[in-house]
């Protein structure tokens, strides 16, 4: 059995409002609407190093209700062996 990976510091661009929001924004919208939401639906993908030169990326959605305060937050690591880990993001980061 492999040793377990060791990753680098989490990706923090996810946590920034510039990369979801404004000119500079890196999000991509998959979607040019999204029924019954006010806004569409963004997704941001980055790399997760690990230690033993590997990789994994998280991708952050970033979801819209029909109101302005209904919005939620859900992360997918997937790693090079193509394993999937699920995360809920519990508050906005921004």
Do not use: N
Not at 40 to 68: K, V
């Amino acid at each position: 059995m492999p040793a377990a990976s060791t990753f680098t510091q989490e990706p923090a661009q996810w946590r920034s409002k510039s990369s979801f929001e404004g000119v500079s924004a890196l999000a991509l919208q998959p979607f040019s609407e999204w029924p019954y939401a006010r806004r569409a639906p963004q997704c941001l993908i980055e790399t997760w190093m690990r230690t033993d030169a590997g990789a994994s990326y998280l991708i952050t959605a970033r979801g819209f209700g029909a109101t302005a305060d209904s919005e939620a937050w859900l992360q997918l690591r997937v790693d090079e062996s193509g394993a999937r880990h699920w995360r809920r993001v519990v508050a906005k980061p921004f």
